[in-house]
């Protein structure tokens, strides 16, 4: 008989993440939509009047960051609720109702920003001076006028603005079908045993000793995903002809420049990734010939690359070892950004385990005012305990710039999202390292950071050439079939894993099951924010308090200045291919000892 999930109503209650703390009740939720909307009538009456006073500029602007600071905890909360169940259909509501009403506000504030950059500079100037308390809008008023040309009349904005529904509608379409409709087969466990193969499950699968579960995972994963490629490349393809829409509205020459203008960050930080990604490809390649070595095998194939290369110390960690192990590691931070961990650990803040239904993959996010909260699909491997790691390192950013910030500067960009979360897996690789000298243990706990190189800065930036290459075709008037994505995904496969790589015909359907490719020229930033965290957790453990006071002041910064400065601020820019180079040669070194440790 199949093993099957948990219903979300069968998970026990110190397992799952207390969204209470958000609102009580869902009529307090309710409250604070009809809330939102008293807000928004009050701004639109200030719409004309913004240039009459500093008082109505400053109300204005109250008015706006107050709205935007409900909406924020009102969505974080429906999301919540509906990622841990995504087939209860009236958290889906909640959903659609906050993204409905979110789509109408930003119709209503439209006016805003073209009203603002209408004021002449100097009458804006002379606005700060008559109300010093207009201050903590400072950076965001920067902010607007940076982007003054890329801003359209208030007519357009308010068009561009309800068309907010129909441009994230693929987005919204896939995940439905990937979280709540997509059914995968049944395949034989380890022990004979039929078990449905699911997301959660599915790298479990391929980290399985028995190479028949490794490629019957494989070969059942991308067969279910190709019965549906024909949908899936519509979606898609719709996807990028949103993002080129967005671009094109806001006068901008690409898709990939609009999504990095909108964090401050220079396009050639995402061209010099992949250039210098490319330049390092034979650190890549002879990964994989040392992988292939170890393993024993003559051919090397896709489902071969997440078995560990050191079965003897392939053992299961429980969650509570886990957090343990992790609160251990993170001491070089200090013991008051371990009590904040311990408090996320002893309160509530994570969701832990799969369950029916439940969102697949894991994430921290939160709300300004509350803490930040964690999901999970836990499944006692030592990937697991990195990704508790890197998730609470998210946590921690969040709940430190939120501390620390107004709201209006509290929210850090994407760019530099991963680096906290990636900072926090390099001290504990560090502190396992440090814990054992037992050379079968140390080759393990190095088989797994070289495949956090490999997962996160090659494999990152794979998914970032395929995403430009994409946008690109669309931007060209290309047309993006089934057949034009899974060759030109397949051929990238090829190129990045090299001559000793079987690149098998399955992964050519595994664009499609990237829900990372919804999210706007995402991923690129895993790979710069891992090469940020090398260097800056590598600092932290030579240089001590210095380096934590500098990395602190970054975590509490928000976006109260440009994600590369706030980097500089904590020791590294990201303005230079270095850090990606430097990350890069440090994984040669890992391979020289992994070399050496299973000689």
């Given amino acids: 008989m199949a093993k099957e999930l948990l219903k979300r109503s069968e998970v026990k209650l110190e397992n799952t993440w207390k969204t209470e703390d958000m609102y009580a009740t869902v009529a307090d939720w309710e409250a604070d939509l009809a809330r939102l909307s008293e807000l928004s009538e009050a701004l639109v009456a200030l719409d004309g009047q913004l240039s009459d006073s500093a008082d109505n500029f400053r109300q204005a602007l109250v008015l706006e960051d107050e709205m935007r600071r409900i909406a924020g905890l009102a969505y974080s909360y429906a999301s919540r609720c509906s990622d841990v169940d995504t087939t209860n259909t009236e958290n889906q509501a909640r959903v659609m109702k906050i993204q409905s009403l979110l789509v109408s506000l930003g119709e209503k504030s439209a006016f805003l920003v073209p009203e603002i950059l209408s004021i002449p500079e100097e009458k804006l100037a002379s606005f700060f001076e008559q109300k010093p308390e207009l201050s903590v809008f400072s950076n965001s008023i920067k902010e607007i006028l940076r982007g003054k040309e890329h801003t359209l009349s208030r007519e357009m904005e308010a068009l561009l603005a309800s068309a907010g529904e129909l441009t994230e509608a693929p987005e919204n379409i896939f995940s439905l079908f990937n979280n709540a409709d997509l059914v995968f087969p049944e395949i034989k466990d380890e022990n004979g045993e039929m078990v449905r193969l699911t997301h959660g499950r599915y790298v479990p699968f391929l980290e399985s000793a028995d190479r028949r579960v490794r490629k019957d995972a494989f070969e059942a994963m991308y067969s279910t995903y190709k019965s549906y490629r024909n949908t899936l490349a519509a979606v898609y393809s719709t996807q990028t002809k949103a993002s080129w829409f967005r671009a094109k509205a806001s006068r901008y020459s690409s898709c990939l420049e609009a999504a990095v203008d909108r964090n401050n960050v220079p396009v050639s930080v995402y061209h010099n990734l992949i250039e210098t990604v490319h330049r390092n490809m034979d650190k890549l390649h002879r990964y994989i010939r040392l992988r292939k070595r170890l393993l024993g095998l003559s051919e090397l194939h896709m489902y071969d690359l997440y078995v560990p290369l050191v079965k003897e110390a392939d053992v299961k960690i429980p969650f509570e070892e ?3 192990t992790v609160y251990e590691a993170l001491a070089p931070l200090g013991e008051d950004y371990r009590a904040v961990i311990r408090e996320g650990f002893e309160n509530r803040w994570i969701d832990v385990y799969e369950n029916e239904g439940k969102r697949s993959g894991a994430y921290s996010a939160g709300a300004y005012g509350v803490h930040p909260y964690v999901l999970m699909n836990y499944n006692e491997t030592l990937d ?61 706990l190095m088989n797994h950071f070289l495949e956090s190189f490999r997962g996160t800065v090659y494999r990152q930036t794979m998914f970032a050439e395929f995403e430009l290459r ?28 090299g001559t000793d790589m079987v690149v098998d015909e399955g992964i050519a359907m ?10 706007n020229f995402y991923v690129y930033q895993y790979a710069t924010g891992f090469s940020a965290a090398v260097a800056l957790a590598n600092k932290i453990l030579k240089e001590g308090a210095p380096a934590v006071e500098n990395y602190k002041k970054f975590l509490c910064g928000g976006c109260s200045d440009s994600p590369i400065n706030l980097l500089r601020i904590a020791g590294v820019d990201m303005a230079s291919p270095e850090p990606v180079n430097e990350a890069l040669a440090y994984f040669d070194s890992l391979l020289d000892e992994m070399e050496e440790l299973m000689k």
């Avoid at 595994?510 to 999210?519: S, V």
């Fill in 510 to 519: 595994e664009w499609a099951r990237i829900p990372h490719f919804y999210y």
């Fill in 384 to 444: 697991n305990e990195f990704t508790l790691a890197h998730e609470m390192g998210h946590a921690m950013h969040s709940y430190l710039s939120n501390k620390t910030q107004p709201h209006v500067d509290s929210e850090y960009v994407i760019f530099v999202a991963e680096v906290a979360s990636t900072c926090n897996e390099v001290l504990l690789m560090h502190h396992l390292l440090k814990k054992t000298t037992d050379k079968v243990q140390r080759a393990y």
């Fill in 470 to 497: 994409t946008h690109e075709m669309t931007e060209h008037g290309e047309s993006l079939t089934p057949d034009v994505l899974s060759s030109l995904y397949y051929d990238l496969n090829k190129q990045y894993y």
């Fill in 322 to 324: 886990a957090k343990k």
